[in-house]
């Protein structure tokens, strides 16, 4: 017997053998080892996963690739050697291309062997086939020279990523910045993180990098209000806190009184209705939280100065009209007195006008009359909107022990003039507007037939999800045509106004309602967004690529131009460490191993996710859960991928690859403006994102003018003093 001694003699006979097998038909339940492959790995049964895939291996089936799948199996579960020896075996096989060899450079960097990971990348950027395996090639080429302490040598290939990756760009410019302040160039690295947070303002890791850059070269205000921003994002980050405040010490003067937010001198509405205004009908009206947080509750004032636009009344909470005689254009003020706790009103010349402890109502002549509230003071302004804002309909001032808090009631209709306006980008197509102003009047309607019951009575707050409300200021003219247009009509399920939600982005693919952990959600199903269905993910491999690439051109979500890049496809790198400290708000776990998702819907977004720790596991099973300790009011979604870079045995830092931005559930408003653009009319567009919901016209039903009271334990009015008010003279 002769004994083959030549290695690539053996290698070749191999890859014969496996060509072979890829050209022979698949034997028949290869479908079915498949489809129950990927069911396990969704459900988070990974051995069972790998068992079906090694089955698959045996077959000799190209698709969906066997040794690409267990890699990508095998990583998640932390069995890192495992996970590039499956890499290397199918970068080995015959046309991988840049993707295979890209993950194959991941792996070698995931185990800090960073000569292999350098010319697994270089590869790849020779075996690539679409710009996005290009940038993705040069992107690591930058890491694989930053963590080999080469910053200089990670410019380049850096450099080349950001023209070549324009969903990328963000994660690539914080690189570059790491890049260029280790190489000594602070003024290329502040530009750097500049770039960064102006592509992604949800990019934590830039924003911490940039402060901490301005304050270590004595930019203190522009340092103080980075650390703001952080703090929007996550008000319990102490040490964003801790600093701001030191911070604030050393700038001259009031520094919020220089923060760069809306400020509006007068009322720009005109008080007469606009064309076509006077032919809407009367409609419900609604209660709007104002300056509402990230808890959802309107933040507590202490001082404001208001105008209206017309002439003015102001009522007590009793329904007595206390001043009457209000001017149009005149400034007044309303502050809290803390020894007392009485609010204080002051016109325009600064005498007391009136006294309370009890709510009142600020009331313009007039439908279309506004009130334009300023430079409002707050006991604690994080994550709060404190710009100006000219608002529709009444004011309600309800005070607090530490106090007051802002409601406005304005018609239905008229509330919608801002929302609408504030959720699409300007020049929007008026399809899209009119599909929104539907969608927004059927989510305000079931939000007011469901609201919790609170001391404020209201309906939504003006930060809610797809309702975003900053009144008069935002309104555009093409948004209050189409909520005139489309007045009254809504949404239905069975003859009810449903439950709708709306988001930002899909990624391509929406996700079903009934999986969104979301009460009364189930009939939000998962649509393909697109002319073309396309399934969800087959495959962890088919899951992998959707988040690395660049999103199909035939999704809807891509077809207007007008959303960034990010929104649809975004990359983060998250550093181990800062999710160890946002874990230990829950509970000790140690040093963090991984990031393991136990669970995925269809659509392969994570349902719940495993944070191992050295001491213990955290199991996060809900997407704010997840945010909170991922990536605190920035996660942009949850479908997204994980690719660890190991430190040993302890996670260094976790590269997240992600599609879309939002929860995904109901409306995509990408969408929505993509087929608009297409030409699509406003119903068609509204039946492909809601095939089991119905459009209704309803006859609306006059807004209420009085201000209802508060009611007690049992139900019954409290019993309430009348105010006192020096200045109100009986008639």
Same mark, same amino acid.
């Given at each position: 017997?002769?004994? #083959?001694?030549?290695?690539?003699l053996?290698?070749?006979?191999?890859?014969?053998?496996?060509?072979?097998?890829?050209?022979?038909?698949?034997?028949?339940?290869?479908?079915?080892?498949?489809a129950?492959?990927?069911?396990?790995?969704?459900?988070?049964?990974m051995?069972?996963?790998?068992?079906?895939?090694r089955?698959?291996?045996?077959?000799?089936?190209?698709?969906?690739?066997?040794?690409?799948?267990?890699?990508l199996?095998?990583?998640d579960?932390?069995?890192?050697?495992?996970?590039l020896?499956?890499?290397?075996?199918?970068?080995l096989?015959?046309?991988?291309?840049?993707?295979?060899?890209?993950?194959?450079g991941?792996?070698?960097?995931?185990?800090?062997?960073?000569?292999?990971?350098?010319?697994?990348?270089?590869?790849?950027?020779e !075996?690539?086939?679409?710009?996005?395996?290009?940038?993705?090639?040069?992107?690591?080429?930058?890491?694989a020279a930053?963590?080999?302490?080469?910053?200089?040598?990670?410019?380049?290939?850096?450099?080349?990523?950001l023209?070549?990756?324009p969903?990328?760009?963000?994660?690539?410019?914080?690189?570059?910045?790491?890049?260029?302040?280790?190489?000594?160039?602070?003024?290329?690295?502040?530009?750097?993180?500049?770039?960064?947070?102006?592509?992604?303002?949800?990019?934590?890791?830039c924003? !911490?990098?940039?402060?901490?850059?301005?304050?270590?070269?004595?930019?203190?205000?522009?340092?103080?209000?980075?650390?703001?921003?952080?703090?929007?994002?996550?008000?319990?980050?102490?040490?964003s806190?801790?600093?701001?405040?030191?911070l604030?010490?050393?700038?001259?003067g009031?520094?919020?009184?220089t923060l760069?937010?809306r400020?509006?001198?007068?009322?720009?509405?005109?008080?007469?209705?606009?064309?076509g205004?006077?032919?809407?009908?009367?409609a419900?009206?609604?209660?709007?939280?104002?300056?509402?947080g990230?808890?959802?509750?309107?933040?507590?004032?202490?001082?404001?100065?208001?105008?209206?636009?017309?002439?003015?009344?102001?009522?007590?909470?009793s329904?007595?009209?206390?001043?009457?005689?209000?001017?149009?254009q005149?400034?007044?003020?309303?502050?809290?007195?803390?020894?007392n706790?009485?609010?204080?009103?002051? $016109?325009?010349?600064?005498n007391?006008q009136?006294?309370?402890?009890?709510?009142?109502?600020?009331?313009?002549?007039?439908?279309?009359?506004?009130?334009?509230?300023?430079s409002?003071?707050?006991?604690?302004?994080?994550?709060?909107?404190?710009? @100006?804002?000219?608002?529709?309909?009444?004011?309600?001032?309800?005070?607090?022990?530490?106090?007051?808090?802002?409601v406005?009631?304005?018609?239905?209709?008229?509330?919608?003039y &801002?929302?609408?306006?504030?959720?699409l980008p300007?020049?929007?197509?008026?399809?899209?507007?009119?599909?929104?102003?539907?969608?927004?009047?059927?989510?305000?309607?079931?939000?007011k037939?469901?609201?919790?019951?609170?001391?404020?009575?209201?309906?939504?707050? @003006?930060a809610?999800?797809?309702?975003?409300?900053?009144?008069?200021?935002?309104?555009?003219?093409?948004?209050?045509?189409?909520? !005139?247009?489309?007045?009254?009509?809504?949404l239905?399920r069975?003859?009810?106004?449903?439950?709708i939600?709306?988001? @930002?982005?899909?990624?391509?693919?929406?996700? @079903?309602?009934?999986?969104?952990?979301e009460?009364?959600?189930?009939?939000?199903?998962?649509?393909?967004?697109?002319?073309?269905?396309?399934?969800?993910?087959s495959?962890?491999?088919?899951?992998?690529?959707?988040?690395?690439?660049?999103?199909?051109? $035939?999704?809807?979500?891509e077809?207007s131009?007008?959303?960034?890049?990010?929104?649809?496809?975004?990359?983060?790198?998250?550093?181990a460490?800062?999710?160890?400290?946002?874990a230990?708000? #829950?509970?000790?776990?140690?040093?963090?191993?991984?990031? !393991?998702?136990?669970?995925?819907?269809?659509?392969?977004?994570?349902?719940?996710?495993?944070?191992?720790?050295?001491?213990?596991?955290?199991?996060?099973?809900?997407?704010?859960?997840?945010?909170?300790?991922?990536?605190? &009011?920035?996660?942009?979604?949850?479908?997204?991928?994980?690719?660890?870079?190991?430190?040993?045995?302890?996670?260094?830092?976790? #590269?997240?690859?992600?599609?879309?931005?939002?929860?995904?559930?109901?409306?995509?408003?990408?969408?929505?403006?993509?087929?608009?653009?297409?030409?699509?009319?406003?119903?068609i567009?509204?039946?492909?994102?809601?095939?089991?919901?119905?459009?209704?016209?309803?006859?609306?039903?006059?807004?209420?003018?009085?201000l209802?009271?508060?009611? &007690?334990?049992?139900g019954?009015?409290?019993?309430?003093r009348?105010?006192?008010?020096p200045?109100?003279?009986?008639?």
């Amino acid at each position: 017997m002769k004994i #083959i001694q030549k290695p690539a003699l053996i290698l070749a006979l191999l890859g014969n053998i496996q060509c072979a097998w890829a050209q022979a038909p698949a034997p028949a339940d290869a479908a079915t080892t498949a489809a129950s492959a990927w069911n396990a790995f969704l459900q988070g049964n990974m051995e069972q996963a790998l068992s079906a895939f090694r089955y698959l291996a045996t077959l000799g089936i190209s698709y969906p690739n066997p040794d690409a799948n267990l890699a990508l199996t095998t990583r998640d579960l932390g069995r890192h050697d495992e996970a590039l020896t499956h890499w290397v075996k199918a970068s080995l096989t015959e046309g991988a291309g840049g993707f295979i060899w890209n993950q194959r450079g991941w792996a070698y960097a995931a185990q800090q062997r960073l000569p292999e990971a350098r010319d697994s990348f270089l590869r790849a950027v020779e !075996r690539s086939s679409t710009t996005a395996d290009q940038a993705e090639a040069q992107l690591g080429l930058g890491m694989a020279a930053r963590m080999g302490s080469q910053p200089r040598q990670a410019l380049p290939p850096l450099r080349a990523a950001l023209v070549q990756s324009p969903f990328a760009m963000s994660a690539v410019s914080y690189e570059a910045a790491k890049a260029s302040s280790a190489a000594g160039d602070k003024y290329a690295a502040i530009a750097y993180l500049r770039q960064c947070a102006t592509l992604d303002p949800l990019n934590i890791e830039c924003l !911490r990098e940039l402060a901490e850059i301005h304050a270590r070269t004595g930019e203190n205000r522009s340092a103080w209000y980075v650390y703001l921003r952080l703090l929007a994002l996550d008000p319990l980050d102490s040490q964003s806190a801790r600093k701001a405040r030191k911070l604030q010490e050393y700038i001259p003067g009031d520094p919020e009184s220089t923060l760069p937010v809306r400020r509006l001198a007068h009322p720009l509405n005109a008080a007469e209705p606009q064309q076509g205004e006077s032919d809407t009908p009367p409609a419900p009206s609604i209660r709007v939280a104002l300056f509402t947080g990230a808890d959802a509750k309107p933040a507590t004032a202490t001082r404001l100065f208001f105008m209206c636009s017309s002439n003015f009344k102001i009522i007590a909470a009793s329904g007595d009209v206390v001043k009457d005689d209000g001017q149009a254009q005149h400034q007044w003020e309303i502050s809290f007195r803390p020894e007392n706790n009485i609010v204080e009103l002051r $016109d325009n010349a600064r005498n007391i006008q009136y006294t309370t402890k009890q709510a009142l109502r600020i009331v313009p002549g007039g439908r279309q009359a506004s009130v334009l509230l300023k430079s409002v003071r707050f006991v604690n302004s994080v994550g709060v909107d404190i710009g @100006d804002r000219e608002l529709r309909g009444s004011i309600e001032v309800l005070p607090t022990p530490y106090g007051f808090k802002l409601v406005n009631e304005a018609g239905l209709e008229e509330y919608l003039y &801002g929302v609408v306006s504030a959720a699409l980008p300007h020049n929007s197509p008026s399809e899209a507007y009119k599909a929104l102003a539907v969608a927004a009047r059927t989510q305000a309607l079931w939000e007011k037939a469901h609201r919790t019951e609170s001391l404020e009575r209201v309906d939504v707050n @003006d930060a809610a999800p797809g309702l975003r409300y900053v009144g008069l200021s935002d309104e555009m003219r093409e948004a209050s045509a189409a909520v !005139r247009e489309t007045a009254g009509i809504v949404l239905t399920r069975n003859g009810e106004t449903a439950r709708i939600m709306q988001h @930002d982005n899909c990624g391509g693919v929406t996700e @079903d309602g009934a999986r969104s952990g979301e009460a009364d959600a189930a009939h939000l199903v998962s649509v393909s967004d697109g002319e073309k269905p396309q399934a969800p993910s087959s495959s962890p491999d088919h899951l992998e690529q959707w988040t690395h690439e660049y999103p199909a051109a $035939d999704r809807y979500c891509e077809a207007s131009g007008l959303t960034p890049p990010v929104a649809s496809r975004w990359l983060r790198i998250l550093p181990a460490k800062d999710i160890a400290q946002r874990a230990e708000r #829950i509970r000790s776990i140690g040093a963090i191993r991984g990031l !393991r998702a136990v669970r995925r819907s269809p659509s392969g977004r994570v349902q719940a996710l495993e944070v191992i720790g050295s001491k213990d596991t955290l199991l996060l099973e809900s997407a704010k859960a997840m945010a909170d300790v991922l990536s605190p &009011g920035s996660l942009r979604s949850t479908l997204f991928t994980v690719q660890p870079l190991m430190s040993g045995s302890k996670a260094d830092r976790f #590269i997240l690859w992600g599609a879309g931005t939002g929860h995904g559930v109901g409306l995509c408003r990408a969408g929505t403006l993509g087929q608009a653009s297409m030409g699509r009319k406003w119903p068609i567009i509204l039946k492909h994102y809601f095939p089991d919901l119905q459009v209704s016209s309803r006859l609306a039903s006059p807004a209420p003018t009085a201000l209802a009271p508060a009611r &007690g334990p049992n139900g019954a009015a409290p019993q309430r003093r009348k105010p006192k008010n020096p200045h109100w003279k009986k008639k």
